[in-house]
């Protein structure tokens, strides 16, 4: 604790410096959306490049990494971090991010080079990401349920997109229905 002091030098009462609680989320955010916005762009160059060059699966690319990879990436990053009770653990948002982002990666690539087994490989781990943002969820203790029974539904929704692209593109798990 510092002491605080007015313009004329005089001490006053203690001063407590503010609490650092917050910059975990804060920086935590900035790597989701960065990342997002990434996504987003990128979905935004092939939209562009697609509309003066068409190639096969081009608009499907676009919206893919625009839905997919950007802006689900914004609802589970700072849906997540809205829920947190506490400061977020690094290493779950570590791995969150990684896997998200692997797997808005590797599907499209399976997709467009027709590799069955890289769309797995990418689904699998959008699966995994959506395991770990439910489990981050769970820290939200004392914390109103509707927020959190919604981040649960949009959670299942994502898992059941990637279950029905990855059939689409008949590859496991989605090619097994």
């Not at 605080?4 to 900035?30: C, F, M, T």
């Not at 676009?62 to 990053?77: N, P, R």
């Amino acid at each position: 604790m510092a002491l605080a002091s007015d313009a004329r030098g005089s001490r006053g009462p203690p001063v407590s410096s503010p609490p650092a609680v917050g910059i975990g989320i804060r920086r935590s955010l900035a790597w989701f959306l960065a990342c997002a916005g990434t996504l987003i762009t990128a979905g935004g160059i092939v939209a562009a490049v697609n509309s003066a060059v068409p190639f096969e699966r081009g608009s499907w690319l676009a919206a893919y990494l625009v839905l997919v990879g950007g802006v689900s990436q914004v609802i589970l990053g700072a849906g997540g971090l809205a829920l947190h009770a506490c400061e977020p653990r690094e290493r779950l948002i570590a791995r969150q991010l990684a896997l998200w982002n692997l797997g808005s990666l590797a599907v499209p690539l399976g997709v467009l080079t027709d590799a069955a087994a890289v769309v797995s490989a990418g689904s699998a781990a959008l699966l995994a990401a959506l395991a770990l943002f439910a489990a981050g969820a769970r820290t939200t203790k004392g914390r109103e349920t509707a927020p959190l029974v919604g981040y649960y539904a949009a959670i299942l929704a994502l898992g059941a997109s990637v279950v029905v692209g990855s059939a689409l593109a008949d590859a496991p798990p989605g090619g097994w229905i």
